[in-house]
């Protein structure tokens, strides 16, 4: 449980990222 938690949160803050980067590259 711990483990896939662990993945669901790495999945969830590295689309958070590519998004802030995209972002980033629009400004």
């Known amino acids: 449980l711990m483990i896939s ?3 669901f949160t790495a ?3 590295f689309g ?3 998004l802030t ?3 980033d590259k629009k400004k």
Request: no cysteine; glycine share 8%; proline share 0%.
């Open 5 to 7: 938690f662990g993945s």
């Open 11 to 13: 999945t969830l803050i």
């Open 16 to 18: 958070i990222l590519a």
């Open 21 to 23: 980067n995209k972002n």
